[in-house]
């Protein structure tokens, strides 16, 4: 569990600002976004990744649609591959973008030419927090994004009093989360897909999830998306069918929220695929068990796939791949680290393929690069 701020993404058609940032500054962001976000403005940022896509594609269309673009630069922020993506596809889409500059950077001499140009706020100059976002608010056409006050029709002010009533949520980390804004948007999210009341298979699917997840109330607050899209798109049935798909994998009663996000399908083209490349039981087990714990960061077949065959780049055997991937599949399938291939290349331009392998079977970690 993150310590720290979590606001609420954005999702719907109406203008929105984008937000790019390096998840080691995600204690100095989030509080700057969930300001934002109670003041009035419509943000999205990566904790909105809906469970079961892709982690490049979401972030790509979240760009495209986005109205606005803010990137919060710092030495992380430079140093991230994954945040100068970002950067620089809002570059090529000409999106109206603001530099939030969170410490002092020294900037590549290419990369400050380009960025010069950009309108940016030091945040790190300001003597109060009052003055930062006074200047913020200032930036050209970043109002573009700020929602105008609403009416809350009485059928969601019910469907909200419902759900309050439940307790569902609780947060112990600090005081900034805004709960009542939260099961607000909760209702109108149900609402809008035509939930009006929180009837009895809604409140046995609540309580269910209570039950098997040692992190519900918290990722009710934290990953609310986690909450809503299985309270609306899946039956009390086929949660039970998934949980009891993993027991046969991993030896825990509760689990993580975020594992309902793997279907019994989606399993069984994984285990079939193991089978496929010649893993035993034993090992197709092991596996299965850290993708399960992964839960949403777990590369989809078509990935799995890829990732399998960059392997026999090694030019090893059969049993000595398989040995690799039992011993650094939580790293290998881990659909977030996205470096996979430049890391092996790079081991074998730098020892040779076989000082390589060994190297990545000691010490797989060597892929968790960003």
Not at 89 to 113: C, F, H, Q, T
Not at 336 to 355: A, C, P, Q, S, Y
């Amino acid at each position: 569990m993150k310590e720290g701020i979590y606001p609420r993404s954005y999702e719907g058609d109406e203008s929105y600002a984008f937000i790019s940032y390096a998840h080691k500054d995600s204690a100095t962001v989030w509080p700057i976004i969930d300001h934002m976000d109670k003041d009035g403005y419509r943000i999205w940022y990566d904790d909105g990744i809906r469970p079961g896509t892709e982690w490049d594609d979401n972030v790509a269309e979240h760009i495209q649609k986005a109205d606005y673009f803010v990137a919060f630069i710092s030495e992380d922020y430079i140093k991230s591959d994954n945040c100068r993506d970002e950067l620089n596809y809002a570059r090529d889409l000409n999106k109206a973008r603001v530099l939030i500059y969170i410490e002092k950077v020294e900037l590549p001499g290419g990369l400050a030419m380009r960025l010069r140009r950009l309108q940016s706020v030091r945040k790190y100059k300001f003597e109060s927090d009052e003055e930062f976002y006074e200047k913020l608010y200032q930036a050209e056409n970043i109002t573009i994004c700020k929602r105008q006050q609403e009416t809350i029709p009485a059928e969601i002010k019910e469907l909200y009093e419902q759900i309050k009533s439940l307790d569902l949520m609780e947060y112990k980390y600090n005081t900034y989360i805004d709960i009542d804004k939260l099961l607000l948007d909760f209702s109108k999210e149900l609402y809008s897909v035509g939930v009006c009341e929180i009837n009895t298979e809604i409140k046995y699917k609540f309580r269910y999830l209570q039950m098997m997840c040692t992190d519900f109330k918290e990722a009710f607050v934290d990953r609310s998306g986690y909450v809503s899209f299985f309270v609306k798109d899946l039956s009390l049935v086929e949660l039970q069918k998934r949980y009891e798909t993993y027991l046969m994998y991993v030896s825990k009663y509760q689990i993580r929220i975020a594992t309902f996000t793997l279907s019994v399908d989606r399993i069984r083209e994984y285990e079939n695929y193991f089978r496929e490349i010649d893993l035993n039981e034993e090992q197709i087990k092991h596996i299965l068990a850290d993708l399960i714990e992964m839960g949403d960061y777990a590369k989809r077949i078509d990935k799995v796939k890829k990732t399998t065959e960059k392997l026999e780049c090694f030019n090893i055997s059969k049993n000595r791949r398989n040995q690799l991937i039992v011993k650094a599949a939580m790293l290998l399938y881990n659909d977030f680290l996205r470096k996979t291939d430049m890391v092996i290349d790079g081991l074998i331009e730098e020892n040779g393929k076989e000082k390589a392998y060994e190297i990545l079977l000691n010490d797989p970690e060597l892929l968790r690069i960003y």
